[in-house]
């Protein structure tokens, strides 16, 4: 398996509240994503990064920062959590744009209330 | 705009049958094509990945085909088992958005003992 590893892999908090999730990858992949999943929408991504610190937006970029000051580490942040933010959260790595496998890490269930 | 469906969303078959999951694309334009596997409450893992110049991938008892000309994709899954049941996703790599996958819904699977 890709060495991917999400924290915190759950978490509850209140609405207005900032939240970061971390992804910490092994594997020295140039690509890092963060994705949303929702029943119903299935899989939207929402930033991405083509290397340190080069980040861009994905598909529901709103209410969403990211950093990435290593290559190993992509951090997700909700500057002020919502109810709509509630989700299950996965980062993601590729080597390569065109022709390479995505590896995913295991999700990070939020909550917010 | 390139759309991926899949149909059908859920299917149930004894043990021991052989199945086809259908994976469907409006956009013949990509890099390559991408199945996972999603058990619930985990994360993804990545089964085949077909580039857009091959026709096929096999891996154990399961074989993926790609006609890109028709943006058609199948899943072969070959003397089906219990520990099969699970969401199968697909994912296309769009040439005209270099960084996001565009994704299937799923299939939800599952296998009777």
């Known amino acids: 398996d890709a060495g991917i590893t999400q924290s915190p892999r759950h978490k509850v908090t209140e609405t207005g509240t900032p939240v970061t999730l971390r992804c910490h990858q092994t594997e020295n992949h140039r690509y890092m994503y963060w994705y949303r999943q929702d029943p119903g929408h299935g899989l939207r991504l929402i930033h991405y990064s083509y290397g340190v610190k080069d980040t861009d937006k994905g598909e529901v970029s709103d209410g969403y920062s990211v950093s990435r000051s290593k290559t190993e580490d992509f951090l997700l942040t909700l500057e002020s959590a919502t109810s709509s933010q509630t989700s299950v959260y996965f980062c993601?790595?590729?080597?390569?744009?065109?022709?390479?496998?995505?590896?995913f890490g295991q999700g990070t269930r939020l909550t917010v209330v | 705009k390139q759309e991926v469906t899949q149909i059908p969303a859920a299917l149930s078959v004894p043990e021991g049958e052989n199945l086809v999951l259908n994976c469907s694309f409006t956009d013949s334009a990509i890099y390559n094509l991408q199945w996972f596997r999603q058990d619930p409450g985990k994360g993804l893992t990545s089964l085949l990945l077909?580039?857009?110049s091959q026709r096929e991938q096999t891996s154990g008892r399961l074989n993926a085909s790609l006609d890109k000309s028709s943006g058609r994709s199948t899943l072969y899954i070959a003397a089906s088992q219990p520990g099969d049941s699970a969401t199968y996703l697909c994912a296309v790599n769009p040439m005209d958005s270099n960084y996001q996958l565009i994704w299937g819904a799923g299939t939800k699977l599952i296998i009777k003992p």
């Open positions: 993601a790595i590729s080597d390569g744009v065109q022709n390479t496998e995505a590896f």
């Open positions: 077909i580039q857009s």
